[in-house]
C-alpha cells in the first residue's frame, strides 16, 4: 500500500538514493546529486514542505514547495517554488505523481497561495501533465526559456581599460543596489545580507559608487552536477579541450559520472545595459575557475534578459529550461506582468 506524508530529517538517505536515481535527458545528461544533506539545498530556498509517498517503507516519490519572496512589477509578493517532483522508475504510471501534486496543492491552496513557479527542462512536457485540468487551478503558462551557460574557465587575465574589479564584504550599500536592480526583474529576488553568506562578492565603482556586483557562490556541498552521458559531439569537443588545454589555457572539463566542478554566478547585477562591465565581470570568474581547478562558470538568464548580449565571444556549453507560472487565484493580470517582463531564477538554487 502507498502512503503519502510530509518528509522527516530521517528520510535523509532515503531521498538522497531516489535523486541520483533520476536524471534529465538531453545532448549533455545530468543528474543532480544532494549529498550528504538533501535538505541543505531546500533550506536555503525557503520555508519548505516535502511530500514523499512511501511503500513497503521506502520512499517512492517527492515533491517539494518553497515559500519565496519576490518582485513583481517592483512590489513584494509570496512565490511558492516548485521543486525536487520524482518519482522512481519502477513505481511509474501507478498515480503516484498525480497524488503527491494532490498532496502539494493541498497544502498550498490551504496557505492561501497564488502565483506558484516551476523548471522543466526543454522539451520535457511530461510533469505538466500532472498540473493540468486540475479543479478550480487554472494550468501554468509558459513563461519562456531560461538559457543555462556554463563558461569555460581559462588562465587568461582579461584587462579592461578603467575597470577596476575588486573584492567586497556585505553592506547596506550592496544590499542596496542589488534589491534596485532585481525589483525590475519579474519574479526577482528580494536580497538580503543572509543570502549573501558564503558567496564571494566582486565590484566595480565609477566615482565611488556601485556600477557592477558578481556573486560567486560554491554549491558543491548542496548539490553536484553529474554528467552521465554526452553525444558524440560533446565528447570530441570536451575530449579536445582537454587534449589541447595546456596551449589554449582552458580549464579541464568534466568526466562522466564524476561531479562537475563549477562556480555559480548567484547574481550578476550592472547598471544600464553594463556590456563590458558584465563581459568583465564573467571573464574574472573564468580566471577564477581556472585557477581553482574548477571547470565552468555558470549563470542561468531567461531568453529576453539584455546581458545575453553581454557573452559574444566567450566559450561556453549551454542548456535550456522553460519557466512555467499560475496564479491559483486565476488573477490573470498578474501573470501577464510577469510575462511581459523579464522573469529571472537563481540557478544556483535549482
Same mark, same amino acid.
Request: proline letters at 3%.
Given at each position: 500500500?502507498? $502512503? ?10 532515503? !531521498? ?13 545528461? !545530468? ?11 531546500? =533550506? ?22 518553497? !515559500? ?23 513505481? =511509474? ?31 520535457? $512536457? ?29 588562465? =587568461? ?20 543596489? !542589488? ?33 557592477? /556586483? ?67 565581470? /564573467?571573464?574574472?570568474? =573564468? ?28 566559450? /561556453? ?34
Amino acid at each position: 500500500m502507498i $502512503t503519502y506524508r510530509l518528509a522527516n530529517d530521517g528520510d535523509n538517505q532515503q !531521498l538522497i538514493a531516489l535523486t541520483s536515481s533520476s536524471g534529465m535527458e538531453g545532448e549533455i545528461a !545530468l543528474r543532480i546529486d544532494r549529498e550528504p544533506d538533501f535538505f541543505s539545498l531546500l =533550506r536555503q530556498r525557503g520555508k519548505t514542505r516535502v511530500f514523499v509517498a512511501e511503500e513497503n517503507k521506502t520512499i517512492i516519490g517527492s515533491i517539494c514547495v518553497s !515559500l519565496q519572496e519576490i518582485y513583481v512589477d517592483s512590489r513584494l509578493i509570496p512565490l511558492w517554488y516548485i521543486g525536487d517532483f520524482k518519482v522512481a522508475n519502477t513505481s =511509474r504510471n501507478r498515480g503516484v505523481g498525480l497524488q503527491l501534486c494532490n498532496e502539494m496543492a493541498n497544502y498550498v491552496i490551504g496557505e492561501g497561495a497564488d502565483l506558484a513557479f516551476l523548471n522543466i527542462a526543454k522539451g520535457n $512536457t511530461k510533469p505538466l501533465s500532472f498540473f493540468k485540468n486540475r479543479p478550480s487551478v487554472p494550468d501554468f503558462e509558459n513563461l519562456g526559456v531560461f538559457i543555462i551557460r556554463q563558461f569555460i574557465g581559462t588562465k =587568461r587575465k582579461f584587462v579592461y581599460p578603467s575597470v577596476n574589479i575588486e573584492q567586497a564584504a556585505v553592506s547596506e550599500e550592496l544590499v542596496q543596489f !542589488l534589491n534596485c536592480h532585481y525589483s525590475k526583474y519579474q519574479l526577482g529576488p528580494v536580497i538580503t545580507k543572509s543570502k549573501l553568506e558564503g558567496a564571494e562578492i566582486f565590484i566595480i565603482r565609477q566615482q565611488h559608487d556601485i556600477v557592477a /556586483v558578481m556573486c560567486l557562490a560554491d554549491t558543491m556541498a548542496s548539490k553536484q552536477n553529474v554528467v552521465t552521458s554526452l553525444s558524440w559531439r560533446l565528447k570530441w569537443m570536451l575530449k579536445t579541450i582537454n587534449a589541447v588545454r595546456g596551449i589554449t589555457r582552458m580549464a579541464k572539463m568534466p568526466e562522466l559520472n564524476e561531479p562537475v566542478r563549477l562556480l555559480y554566478i548567484k547574481y550578476l547585477a550592472v547598471n544600464g545595459t553594463g556590456n563590458v562591465y558584465a563581459k568583465a565581470m /564573467v571573464n574574472y570568474a =573564468r580566471n577564477i575557475v581556472y585557477n581553482r581547478s574548477y571547470s565552468f562558470a555558470a549563470i542561468g538568464l531567461h531568453e529576453k534578459d539584455p546581458l545575453n548580449r553581454c557573452f559574444a565571444g566567450i566559450p /561556453v556549453l549551454t542548456f535550456k529550461s522553460v519557466g512555467m507560472l499560475v496564479s491559483i487565484r486565476n488573477n490573470q493580470a498578474l501573470v501577464e506582468k510577469v510575462k511581459q517582463g523579464i522573469p529571472f531564477e537563481d540557478y544556483s538554487l535549482v
